[in-house]
């Protein structure tokens, strides 16, 4: 159902966001986990024994966009069987305000970095954006 939301959301605001192909979307899982260590497949990452703490921030899915600024990004749901491309998070932000509240992830191409906001209302942050999170 929060994949309808998301298409749903991107067709409604007008923003050009790229499903990744399947082969695509493998590359991108494996490039996490072999990266940052997280199995973005299972369920609830974040609350891994491994997983670092993240800030409870109920405004934390506006702040991520902020994060990833002018710079492409992947989004994902919980199990990452869809994944987005985005061109800025500007993009994401747009899709993201006309979505219902939902758990959602987002990486670069590089996975250099992980955010995810979760039900909980908490940021979770992986790699570069861990400092990033450790502020908030």
């Not at 998301?6 to 493998?26: F, Y």
């Not at 921030?57 to 702040?63: A, M, Q």
């Not at 400092?131 to 908030?136: E, G, I, L, T």
């Amino acid at each position: 159902m929060n994949f309808d939301h998301v298409a749903s959301a991107i067709v409604n605001m007008g923003v050009q966001a790229d499903l990744l192909k399947e082969a695509e979307r493998r590359s991108a899982v494996i490039r996490v986990l072999e990266r940052l260590g997280v199995d973005v497949t299972s369920c609830m990452p974040w609350n891994r024994v491994s997983s670092t703490e993240g800030k409870h921030r109920p405004d934390g899915w506006e702040l991520i966009p902020k994060y990833v600024g002018t710079n492409r990004c992947l989004m994902f749901l919980e199990g990452a069987r869809s994944i987005w491309k985005f061109s800025c998070g500007a993009d994401l932000l747009r899709v993201l305000e006309d979505c219902p509240p939902l758990e959602f992830y987002v990486c670069d191409e590089e996975a250099s970095y992980l955010l995810c906001s979760n039900h909980h209302d908490f940021i979770v942050g992986w790699g570069a954006a861990l400092p990033w999170v450790a502020r908030c």
